[in-house]
């Protein structure tokens, strides 16, 4: 069983940074793909970034490449993401989710998901 569960998120000014944690209590973390998503009011959720369950491959959106970055401890059951240089755009509620591992790391179709933490970078 996957149960996330998402923090770290804040208020802070624009060109801040912010650092988001997912943490699983469950036994299987290091056998699933991970992934953040977010959700900004009035906008569908996207895909930010997704790390492979060994940490050897990552894959970013291309709004986020060079400012954000997704890492994993399995030793922790944790998955972070360092979020630097943040926009008022990047405001938005935050999601980590899981999968089973495929060759790719996907942008879609994940089974297990946290409760999201609230981001918001102020102009």
């Known amino acids: 069983q996957v149960q996330l569960v998402e923090s770290g998120g804040g208020l802070v000014q624009a060109g801040g940074s912010l650092r988001l944690s997912c943490t699983d209590s469950?036994?299987?973390?290091?056998?699933?793909?991970m992934a953040w998503f977010r959700q900004a009011p009035g906008k569908e959720r996207e895909f930010v970034a997704g790390?492979?369950?060994?940490?050897?491959?990552?894959l970013y959106t291309d709004s986020v490449k060079g400012r954000f970055t997704i890492s994993r401890d399995n030793a922790k059951n944790t998955v972070y993401l360092q979020m630097n240089s943040l926009k008022p755009e990047d405001t938005a509620v935050y999601y980590c989710?899981?999968?089973?591992?495929?060759?790719?790391?996907?942008?879609?179709?994940?089974?297990?998901w946290g409760q999201g933490t609230q981001v918001t970078v102020s102009s």
């Open positions: 790390i492979s369950w060994s940490g050897g491959s990552t």
């Open positions: 989710a899981a999968r089973r591992p495929t060759t790719k790391i996907q942008t879609t179709a994940y089974d297990y």
């Open positions: 469950g036994r299987t973390f290091s056998s699933y793909n």
